[in-house]
């Protein structure tokens, strides 16, 4: 199983960024998808996460800091899961990366709890 992540880059505050992830070897339908951030000497955060066929349609969360920012959407059929983000600020600058999970339940905001990991990509939102 492989997640390959993309998509990061510079910006300056106020632009946006699209990142995607494409899921290889996995029955995408059946997994949980999220993608996390880890900044210079913090901990890794959940950013989205959208549920998969084990949820109600329409399962999304997002972390506080970044709703009504940043879209987190999946396309079953191409196995890949992406990320909008809009009006991006310095403080959104961190490694974003996404994961995969069988089925996460309560448990979706755990880094933990995540079976596979994509490589992460860099997000650098400049002032």
């Known amino acids: 199983v492989q997640l390959q992540a993309s998509g990061g880059g510079l910006v300056q505050a106020g632009g946006s960024l699209r990142l995607s992830c494409v899921a290889s070897?996995?029955?995408?339908?059946?997994?949980?998808m999220a993608w996390f951030r880890q900044a210079p000497g913090k901990e890794r955060e959940l950013v989205g996460f959208?549920?998969?066929?084990?949820?109600?349609?329409?399962?999304?969360y997002y972390a506080d800091s970044v709703k009504g920012r940043f879209t987190i959407s999946r396309d079953n059929y191409n196995k890949m899961v992406f990320l909008q983000m809009n009006r991006l600020e310095p403080e959104d600058t961190a490694v974003y990366y996404c994961?995969?999970?069988?089925?996460?339940?309560?448990?979706?905001?755990?880094?933990?709890?995540?079976?596979?990991w994509g490589q992460g990509t860099q997000v650098t939102v400049s002032s």
């Open positions: 959208v549920g998969g066929i084990r949820w109600s349609e329409g399962s999304i």
């Open positions: 994961a995969a999970d069988l089925y996460s339940g309560l448990n979706y905001r755990e880094s933990d709890e995540y079976d596979y």
């Open positions: 070897e996995l029955p995408f339908i059946n997994y949980d």
